[in-house]
């Protein structure tokens, strides 16, 4: 018998935040099915309980997570497993990331924190606070464990809830930027733009990401990038690695909800757009929200050769725009109500310009703001790369 229900419980008789009779523990597989039923109250979205539970489930099969998803529950020390009253939750999922410093680039590891989660009556009373300094000080642990596997050297966090409350326990803010556009419909998409001539994006199924923007030339050149990146600048920066399975867990999630919301259509086969002449390329997915406003087509990375020249600026621009009309055609066709990316450069600036001269950089205050936490003593100040929805967790 699990004690997440807790109907028996007097509330008044449970330990405050800062009590020493609490503690943070690893859930039971148990546990981590009764963690979720408990946070479906807010995450479970148009979906029913059961099949919220087989959504996160399916999740939990995928490669990008699969052997590295942990989740953590604040309990009264000393009750039994299984039994125990759950007072907050939440996961962690090891990540790959890099480290470039002084053009060295080493691979290095990392953690996602998500699904932090204090059930409606217990709040309040310093329960998220204490479970989140409590992993703050875990990780701060592992960062020194001899286990290699274990030393994990900063981890992110996309907070829903602002920018001060993981702050205190060592999760600063990162730029938290995006552009949001309207989706067109076919008529939209096809009608030239005056005085802008674009070339015609093609769309990329899973396959084609994978070549164009997974493959070990892609690869190789991209942490070039970093290393030069690194010898141009002081400071040490990190990125998680963009890798294939980041896409597929995005991807899995889609498509689990978009065979139960949107039957009357065909699997969302179309996973990105890209210009082979410009060699730009991105992958992108749709999220279903819990109200068709919130139906945002998400474009979870970029990828594109820093131009050299006037005209090569001018060509890979205008082959970013011409991609993101592509998206905004695939978001009118799955009822998205926007299409958004993360944390623009000035080149993807200039292409939103010659879509709509009047769109604004968007800078998010309370939702989906990354957080970054340098584990240990040393407290680096870390510039993050590559800070694009595909890291999202
Ligand atoms: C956010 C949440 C985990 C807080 O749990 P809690 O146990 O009530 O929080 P605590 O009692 O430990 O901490 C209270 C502090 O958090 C702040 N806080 C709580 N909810 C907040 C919110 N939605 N936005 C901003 N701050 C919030 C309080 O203002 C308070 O700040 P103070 O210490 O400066 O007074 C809980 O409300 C919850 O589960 N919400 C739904 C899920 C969610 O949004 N999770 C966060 C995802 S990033």
Redesign the pocket.
Known sequence: MIAADNSHLDNAALPS?DSPELVLVPATPEERIESIKL?S???KGALDLDTYLARENHLHQQALVKDGLDIWLLVVRGEAENQRTI??SCETYKKKAVLAQDGNVEPISAHGL???????E???????????SELSKKMDTWQTETILANRSRFSV??????K???A?FGWKPYPSAHFSLSPLSKNEHDRAITGVSLPKAKTLVADDVRHSMCNDEIVRKELGLLRTVSQRSPGAKVAILPSFEHYKWHWAREEFLANILRKDKKPPLIKGAGEDKSRVYCAWNRNFGETPEENTLYILRWIYDEPTSAEETEATARAMAAILKRAQLEAYEWNMAKVQFWNPTPLMEKAVAMLDPTAKIIHRE?DSVACLKWNGAEKKDVEWLWNEKYAWC
């Open positions: 935040g946070n109250v807010v995450w007072l907050a998500g699904s932090v989660y204090c059930r409606p217990f709040r309040g009373k310093g329960y998220a606070k204490r479970m989140v966090l996309y907070s829903d809830i602002g001060k409350f993981y205190q309370m």
